[in-house]
């Protein structure tokens, strides 16, 4: 958990949009789900999902996102962690159900090729907002069935993930793991509960982190009071219940931010 000088060895450009960015470290005991802060040298810190015990997955949407995407194979970012507490690694013989959205996909493919080798059945519901910002199909078609939704119908089903998931019985599932825009991920949960296995699910929350263990507070979700940084960022269904999910978040000065 040191902090680290991280060397860019490759950067793969998954989408306009989305690149991922190979380092020159592997965190060989990483818990699928955990987070790493990155330090973009002269302009912030921030956490991030490994897609991979080496890699970061990266959409360009700030400052420090901006800057990272300026950067070559051969520089560097300073790096943190893993932090934070994964995804629950399923029994064998378990079926396990993927969620992701967006970005979201970058987390959970690490998590569905360990719950695969682990001995799990992995199926994927997997949605973009269009066929060319689908990220990491391939890993996902590997390990079991992939079904897809994206928001301008350019594959598979015209829609979001919700209404992928009205063609699924979400119950024979064993495990559901869910990442991806908050707002995606509330109307996920609202259709878990529905269906009564909310028990069953878990959700990658992010938040705004300052110190990334667990110390200042700054990501403490209401009304729990947890942390995202230490507590999660992958929380179960049950402790999310009348929460925040979906509703706000709070900027650097504790303000809430409408989701």
């Given at each position: ?7 860019i060895?490759q ?9 991922t ?12 789900g ?12 921030v ?12 959409q360009k ?19 943190r962690g893993?932090?934070?507490?994964g995804?629950?690694?399923?029994a064998?013989d ?16 690490p998590y ?36 897809v ?24 599932y ?17 259709l ?10 878990e959700?990658?929350l992010?938040?705004?982190?300052k110190c ?44 809430r931010?409408?989701?």
């Amino acid at each position: 958990m040191l902090p680290l000088n991280a060397i860019i060895t490759q950067i793969t450009e998954e989408s306009p949009l989305v690149r991922t960015f190979f380092f020159d470290h592997r965190f060989e005991d990483m818990e699928p789900g955990q987070f790493v802060m990155v330090w973009v040298r002269g302009v912030d810190e921030v956490p991030m999902g490994l897609s991979r015990n080496n890699s970061i997955t990266v959409q360009k949407v700030g400052e420090a996102t901006s800057k990272l995407f300026e950067l070559k194979e051969g520089d560097s970012f300073g790096l943190r962690g893993p932090f934070g507490k994964g995804f629950t690694l399923p029994a064998k013989d378990e079926k396990l159900l993927i969620i992701a959205g967006g970005v979201g996909a970058a987390p959970l493919s690490p998590y569905a090729e360990a719950a695969s080798a682990a001995g799990a059945e992995v199926n994927t519901v997997l949605g973009a907002r269009n066929a060319g910002d689908l990220l990491f199909e391939e890993r996902f078609e590997a390990l079991g069935k992939v079904y897809v939704s994206t928001d301008d119908g350019s594959k598979g089903v015209k829609g979001f993930v919700t209404d992928a998931l009205k063609n699924l019985d979400v119950a024979a599932y064993d495990r559901i793991a869910v990442c991806g825009p908050e707002i995606m991920m509330a109307s996920v949960f609202r259709l878990l509960e529905e269906k009564k296995v909310l028990e069953k699910s878990e959700f990658s929350l992010h938040r705004y982190f300052k110190c990334g263990i667990g110390v200042c507070g700054a990501c403490c979700i209401d009304q729990s009071g947890l942390r995202v940084c230490k507590d999660g960022p992958v929380f179960s269904g049950v402790q999310l219940i009348g929460s925040e999910l979906g509703k706000y978040s709070r900027d650097a000065s504790g303000r809430r931010v409408k989701i």
